[in-house]
């Protein structure tokens, strides 16, 4: 009982230090240093691995982990990953944790939007819950993809696509921002690309 005891308090003083050393580097060192700090800190796996923490898919947006269509689902992207403490809002200072997730957002390639009438919701969405959706980072990369036949659960509408990529045209975008459009249609059976 003891042992268990000093091990709770062991994990409490982990996360007291986790959070004042977030609060310190965020509160004291300019944004370039920062900036610095996270790309050696954040690898490309880093990158893939905290965005699978989202309940919401980053990659197949907008569906949660676990209802998204059988052809997306893969052992891998089923369920949530663990969330890493230092972008837990419960354990480091939450500005500190917005910016590494305005990096994941501006380093991660795989945001992928299914729905073109999704565009707004997804680019509002906090996927993390630390006040930082992907309108607050330079987006780097963006799938969005659709289909073009009617009554189909990702149909393209075409009365309000135009309103749905102002959205996207009203964020900021890093330097060789990439956007891939693509929309399907099926005739007779057979898909168009």
């Not at 009982?1 to 994990?11: D, H």
């Not at 490309?44 to 905290?50: A, E, G, H, L």
């Not at 809002?89 to 073109?116: C, M, N, S």
């Amino acid at each position: 009982m003891v042992q268990l005891f000093s091990t709770r308090r062991s994990a409490a003083s982990r996360d007291l230090r986790l959070s004042t050393t977030a609060k310190n580097v965020h509160t004291r060192l300019p944004r370039e240093v920062r900036d610095i700090i996270y790309d050696y800190l954040l690898t490309s796996d880093d990158i893939f691995r905290i965005a699978q923490c989202s309940k919401v898919r980053l990659d197949r947006f907008p569906y949660l982990r676990g209802e998204e269509p059988v052809e997306y689902k893969t052992k891998e992207t089923a369920k949530p990953g663990v969330r890493p403490r230092f972008i837990d809002p419960e354990r480091t200072y939450v500005p500190f944790a917005a910016e590494v997730i305005e990096v994941v957002y501006e380093r991660f390639h795989g945001l992928w939007i299914d729905v073109p009438s999704q565009i707004p919701a997804f680019l509002a969405t906090d996927f993390f819950d630390v006040d930082c959706a992907p309108r607050d980072a330079r987006l780097s990369k963006l799938h969005v993809s659709g289909r073009l036949d009617s009554g189909e659960k990702t149909s393209v509408d075409i009365d309000t696509l135009a309103l749905d990529f102002k959205a996207l045209l009203d964020c900021n975008w890093g330097p060789k921002f990439d956007v891939d459009i693509a929309f399907r249609t099926e005739l007779d059976g057979e898909a168009l690309d």
